[in-house]
């Protein structure tokens, strides 16, 4: 039995522009390069990329990562709405072309 132990514990706390303590699943507004983004925080990757996915998303699930440097501010989003008519009118489009492209091919 050694005669000493060693536990190394490393800990890394994320915070907001002003303050605030992120944790996974957090909605943000990233600012980055003067456009604001609205995402949900996954996690800090191993090589230092701040791993999110958009909130409003079409299709499936996109993790998108950002350098630390690239992000100019950061805040937490308790509440948001949104009018989704624009996104529900582009869906209804893009249905009637696959229902359209469904019958113009020609028989399997």
């Given at each position: 039995?050694?005669?000493?132990?060693?536990e190394e514990v490393k800990t890394v706390n994320i915070t907001t522009t002003d303050g605030q303590k992120i944790k996974a699943g957090?909605?943000?507004v990233l600012?980055?390069?003067?456009?604001?983004i609205l995402c949900r925080f996954i996690e800090l990757?191993?090589?230092?990329?701040?791993?999110?996915?958009?909130?409003l998303n079409r299709g499936e699930p996109v993790m998108v990562k950002y350098r630390l440097n690239s992000i100019a501010a950061c805040y937490k989003v308790t509440q948001f709405t949104w009018d989704d008519r624009e996104m529900q009118q582009e869906a209804a489009e893009e249905a009637d072309q696959d229902a359209a492209q469904d019958v113009l091919q020609p028989g399997a």
């Open positions: 039995m050694a005669g000493i132990g060693v957090d909605a943000l600012c980055i390069k003067g456009e604001d990757d191993k090589g230092g990329y701040f791993v999110t996915e958009p909130i």
